[in-house]
């Protein structure tokens, strides 16, 4: 039960990283590999923050405005002019954007492992810890969900949100209508990077260490998630997400924790054998 | 595969000379007796890294997937390979040196190339995006199995120091890597100019048009991903014999993306772009590993990511077309030799750029009337532009 919770709130990181991928996925048609430093970048913006203003608030309020403005920028810079370029070059210069955050956070704040800080901490909530269940795991779980529904009705409910399906549906039809995709694409960038933020935030509660290399496993493993879940769906995203964590914490409670990691990927292999769109993917014809 | 015909061509000659020319350099510095140990390994890691660039141009230049598995194959090798290597010599004794790394290099390919099969496999119903991160995966399941294995030593790594080749005495590992680079260009180069060089690239131009003119898209993908996975799994081998142990940690996400960058760097699809490109890298990476210490090394991976960036984005934006048009190297050496290289229509197919891959979504804009498979609108020079002219 207490392993099942731990995977559920671990899950609902991944779910939230994986949103970010898939989101973008279902926009821009590509794969931001980067996606997952920038969630060290919230780390690292959380840490730093803290350690000038003792504040958690402020620091979750600015790793949220860091990240967004990053993602924004990167989409800018990196992503936008090879709009129509071929695939693999965009997926060549996303894995060059995250090699590039990645090697600017060492050179700025080293290889090694740095802790947060001691304000960063969650107070004991004596109903749910005498339990077994941490305070984090909790209060990630709860956090998830929430921010998981107001998602859903952000796209399902505001002119946006539609705008955003639509150009997910179809872009060229999206323009015809007078969908603005550029904006689009840019607040699907902003959205996917707050989300980060939010998974790195999830992610101190519960290892309260920053390094450059943070957000790699987590990264991948929400990457795997969206595309077990079928990338370019939402609720895809969430229950990849999910799952993937529930198997995690199971792994690694049981006989086979050295195998997590063999696993998790073992399972992805799998997944797309049978269903090479995932299991909530869209078919999409391939056409001459 | 039929009869085989090799031949010698002017332009594989460049890329044979310039192994050739590193081998001589390094045999006349080993027999004037100025090979130091540390310059002697230099040659070997730069035999290794072209090993694994121009195999892994051959699956991402050629057949135009994205694999980001590489260093997995490499790891492979290198386990496999090594403990081979390690009991071989146990069982046939110490003078047997030339036989054992042989051996264990054909022992570590082979097992490679299986994983290239089975890795290949997937790659059969999964396609662009979807195969890098199954690749992706791939890299990452071999090393958190191989960490598992107490025959490989487990999380300390395997031992290998009684192979270790590149000491005072005998600095001569790098003579081999150097022929086994040459007989891989020999093969992949043969390869690339055959009949089922061009069924690789036709499937990189368009896979339906391939599959329509009765090229056996399965085969050629699984063709290619064993033969790349075959000569990382040798490179891998050599690295077992250089370093000791074989660590599981080297061969992450982070050195697949280094060959990688090996590759774009080059140009996709251009051999000898790859070779002189991971020469220039391991050079760079000796002479900075000496130089910069500590967290300063990331300065190196910086590098790395703007250097990945800037050429991508250089030689593919749309919006950089005419400028690459103008100024790219071909159109410099044209300008010099007043040749013919810059008229695409008259490029050799196995000379074609990864520029060409584009023509792709020109080719669906023109026999599909359903919007959503282009988005920018087709201009008609681009149509009939006479790339895809034959």
Same mark, same amino acid.
């Given at each position: 039960?207490?392993?099942?919770?731990?995977?559920?709130?671990?899950?609902?990181?991944?779910?939230?990283?994986?949103?970010?991928?898939?989101?973008?996925?279902?926009?821009?048609?590509?794969?931001?590999?980067?996606?997952?430093?920038?969630?060290?970048?919230?780390? #690292?913006? $959380?840490?730093?923050?803290?350690?000038?203003?003792?504040?958690? $608030?402020?620091?979750?309020?600015?790793?949220?405005?860091?990240?967004?403005?990053?993602?924004?920028?990167?989409?800018?810079?990196?992503?936008?002019?090879?709009?129509?370029?071929?695939p693999?070059?965009?997926?060549?210069?996303?894995?060059?954007?995250?090699?590039?955050?990645?090697?600017?956070?060492?050179?700025?704040?080293?290889?090694?492992?740095?802790?947060?800080?001691?304000?960063?901490?969650?107070?004991?909530?004596e109903?749910?810890?005498?339990?077994g269940?941490?305070?984090?795991?909790?209060?990630t +779980?709860?956090?998830?969900?929430?921010?998981?529904?107001?998602?859903?009705?952000?796209?399902?409910?505001?002119r @946006?949100?539609?705008?955003?399906?639509?150009?997910?549906?179809?872009?060229?039809?999206?323009?015809?209508?007078?969908?603005?995709?550029?904006?689009?694409?840019?607040?699907?960038?902003?959205?996917?990077?707050?989300?980060?933020?939010?998974?790195?935030?999830?992610y101190?509660?519960?290892?309260?260490?920053?390094?450059?290399?943070?957000?790699?496993?987590?990264?991948?493993?929400?990457?795997? *998630? &969206?595309?077990?879940?079928?990338?370019?769906?939402?609720?895809?995203?969430?229950?990849?997400?999910?799952?993937?964590?529930?198997?995690?914490?199971?792994?690694?409670?049981?006989?086979?924790?050295?195998?997590?990691?063999?696993?998790?990927?073992?399972?992805?292999?799998?997944?797309?054998?049978?269903?090479? @769109?995932?299991?909530l993917?869209?078919?999409?014809?391939?056409?001459? | 595969?039929?009869?085989?015909?090799?031949?010698?061509?002017?332009?594989?000659?460049?890329?044979?000379?310039?192994?050739?020319?590193?081998?001589?350099?390094?045999?006349?510095?080993?027999?004037?007796?100025?090979?130091?140990?540390?310059?002697?390994?230099?040659?070997?890691?730069?035999?290794?890294? $072209?090993?694994?660039?121009?195999?892994?141009?051959?699956?991402?230049?050629?057949?135009?997937? +994205?694999?980001?598995?590489?260093?997995?194959?490499?790891?492979?090798?290198?386990?496999?390979?090594?403990?081979?290597?390690?009991?071989?010599?146990?069982?046939?004794?110490?003078?047997a040196?030339?036989?054992?790394?042989?051996?264990?290099?054909?022992?570590?390919?082979?097992?490679? *190339?299986?994983?290239?099969?089975?890795?290949?496999?997937?790659?059969?119903?999964?396609?662009?995006?979807?195969?890098?991160?199954?690749? +992706?995966?791939?890299?990452?399941?071999?090393?958190?199995?191989?960490?598992?294995?107490?025959?490989f030593?487990?999380?300390?790594?395997?031992?290998?120091?009684?192979?270790?080749?590149?000491t005072?005495r005998?600095?001569?590992?790098?003579?081999v890597?150097?022929?086994?680079?040459?007989?891989?260009?020999?093969?992949?180069?043969?390869?690339?100019?055959?009949k089922?060089?061009? &069924?690789?690239?036709a499937?990189?131009? !368009?896979?339906?048009?391939?599959?329509?003119?009765?090229?056996?898209?399965?085969f050629?993908?699984?063709?290619?991903?064993?033969?790349?996975?075959?000569?990382?799994?040798?490179?891998?081998?050599?690295?077992?014999?250089?370093? @000791?142990?074989?660590?599981?940690?080297?061969?992450? #996400? !982070?050195y697949?993306?280094?060959?990688?960058?090996?590759?774009?760097?080059?140009?996709?699809?251009?051999?000898?772009?790859? $070779?002189?490109?991971?020469?220039?890298?391991?050079?760079?990476?000796?002479?900075?590993?000496?130089?910069?210490?500590?967290?300063? &090394?990331?300065?190196?991976?910086?590098?790395?990511a703007?250097?990945?960036?800037?050429?991508?984005?250089?030689?593919?934006?749309?919006?950089?077309?005419?400028?690459?048009?103008? #100024?790219?190297?071909? *159109?410099?050496?044209?300008?010099?030799?007043r040749?013919?290289?810059?008229?695409?229509?008259?490029?050799?197919?196995?000379?074609?750029?990864?520029?060409?891959?584009?023509?792709?979504?020109?080719?669906?804009?023109?026999?599909?009337?359903? +919007?959503?498979?282009? #988005?920018?609108?087709?201009?008609?020079?681009?149509?009939?532009?006479?790339?895809?002219?034959?």
């Amino acid at each position: 039960m207490i392993t099942l919770i731990d995977g559920l709130s671990l899950g609902s990181i991944y779910a939230l990283i994986a949103l970010g991928y898939t989101m973008v996925y279902g926009i821009a048609k590509m794969l931001n590999f980067a996606h997952g430093d920038i969630i060290m970048v919230g780390a #690292y913006a $959380i840490m730093v923050t803290l350690a000038a203003t003792v504040s958690p $608030i402020a620091a979750i309020v600015a790793a949220i405005v860091i990240c967004t403005i990053l993602g924004i920028l990167v989409e800018k810079l990196a992503y936008k002019p090879l709009r129509g370029a071929s695939p693999l070059a965009v997926l060549i210069t996303a894995i060059g954007v995250s090699y590039f955050l990645q090697g600017l956070a060492q050179l700025v704040f080293g290889s090694q492992p740095k802790p947060v800080g001691s304000a960063w901490k969650l107070p004991a909530i004596e109903a749910i810890n005498s339990l077994g269940i941490t305070t984090a795991a909790a209060v990630t +779980l709860v956090c998830g969900i929430i921010i998981m529904i107001a998602l859903t009705l952000f796209i399902n409910c505001t002119r @946006t949100g539609s705008a955003m399906l639509a150009v997910s549906e179809d872009r060229g039809a999206a323009i015809l209508m007078g969908v603005n995709v550029n904006k689009i694409i840019s607040i699907t960038f902003a959205i996917g990077s707050a989300l980060a933020a939010f998974a790195g935030m999830f992610y101190l509660f519960q290892i309260p260490n920053t390094e450059p290399t943070l957000g790699a496993m987590p990264g991948i493993t929400a990457f795997t *998630a &969206a595309v077990i879940g079928g990338i370019g769906s939402i609720p895809g995203a969430m229950v990849g997400g999910v799952l993937l964590g529930v198997i995690e914490k199971f792994c690694l409670a049981s006989p086979l924790a050295p195998y997590t990691v063999a696993i998790k990927f073992s399972l992805l292999i799998l997944i797309l054998l049978v269903k090479p @769109t995932g299991l909530l993917g869209k078919v999409v014809r391939e056409k001459v | 595969m039929g009869k085989i015909n090799i031949k010698i061509k002017p332009k594989h000659l460049v890329n044979y000379s310039i192994v050739l020319v590193m081998l001589l350099i390094g045999v006349v510095m080993l027999e004037t007796g100025n090979l130091r140990p540390s310059i002697a390994q230099l040659f070997t890691q730069i035999g290794y890294s $072209i090993i694994l660039a121009v195999s892994l141009n051959f699956v991402v230049g050629f057949l135009g997937e +994205l694999s980001l598995g590489h260093a997995g194959f490499m790891c492979v090798g290198a386990y496999i390979g090594g403990l081979s290597a390690v009991m071989l010599k146990q069982a046939l004794g110490a003078s047997a040196k030339l036989p054992v790394l042989v051996i264990a290099m054909l022992i570590g390919g082979l097992s490679a *190339a299986v994983f290239g099969f089975v890795i290949g496999l997937p790659s059969l119903r999964l396609k662009g995006d979807y195969l890098a991160i199954v690749t +992706l995966a791939f890299g990452e399941i071999v090393r958190n199995v191989f960490m598992n294995q107490k025959i490989f030593g487990g999380a300390r790594g395997l031992t290998t120091g009684s192979l270790t080749y590149d000491t005072r005495r005998a600095p001569t590992l790098f003579i081999v890597t150097f022929i086994v680079a040459l007989v891989m260009l020999i093969i992949i180069q043969n390869i690339v100019r055959s009949k089922h060089g061009r &069924a690789i690239t036709a499937i990189r131009d !368009n896979e339906i048009a391939a599959k329509a003119m009765g090229i056996n898209v399965t085969f050629y993908k699984l063709f290619v991903f064993i033969v790349a996975a075959f000569f990382a799994g040798c490179a891998g081998v050599i690295y077992a014999h250089t370093t @000791t142990p074989v660590l599981y940690t080297f061969f992450s #996400y !982070n050195y697949s993306i280094e060959i990688l960058v090996m590759v774009v760097l080059g140009g996709m699809g251009s051999i000898t772009g790859s $070779i002189f490109s991971a020469m220039f890298i391991t050079i760079v990476n000796f002479m900075l590993q000496s130089q910069l210490s500590g967290d300063l &090394a990331s300065l190196r991976n910086l590098i790395y990511a703007v250097i990945l960036i800037v050429v991508v984005v250089f030689s593919n934006a749309p919006a950089l077309k005419s400028f690459r048009e103008k #100024y790219s190297l071909g *159109a410099l050496f044209a300008k010099l030799f007043r040749g013919k290289l810059s008229d695409p229509a008259k490029r050799k197919d196995d000379e074609a750029k990864w520029d060409r891959v584009p023509t792709k979504i020109k080719m669906d804009a023109l026999l599909s009337t359903d +919007l959503n498979v282009d #988005y920018t609108p087709a201009r008609p020079e681009d149509l009939n532009g006479g790339k895809e002219g034959k």
